[in-house]
């Protein structure tokens, strides 16, 4: 079983979008604007939730769905905590639908944006 990683993870979902219309940004920029993190290992994990967010998520899907598909790809990467920040609020039937098929609550720090606890316990 691989370790959870004790790290917080910020996803800028308005960024997200904009990457998926404009493809002319490099590796370097994308990363240097999408992930803030206390270490290597964050940043790390950070770029591969990136990568597989890239690769799974569209603008041709719902943002219901794109957060869905994000939730399962930063449980599958061990992400303890996700921070998803939203370009709006999300309308409390939209969180609800979410929460339902992810089974994670998301606790709205501001009315755009929600921290996703992935991981009940983490290791001492």
Known sequence: MDDVTPVNIVFDYTNFLGECSDH??????VFGLHWFSDND???????????????????QHSDEDNIIELIRLAKKLNIATLKLIMPYELPRDQVQK???????????????????????SLPT
């Open 41 to 59: 290992k964050a940043k790390d994990v950070g770029q591969k939730l990136w990568e597989s967010a890239m690769h799974k998520m569209s603008t």
């Open 98 to 120: 979410i929460e339902d098929q992810s089974q994670v609550r998301l606790d709205s720090t501001r009315p755009e944006e929600f921290v996703v606890q992935l991981s009940e």
């Open 24 to 29: 002319h940004w490099t590796f370097v920029e």
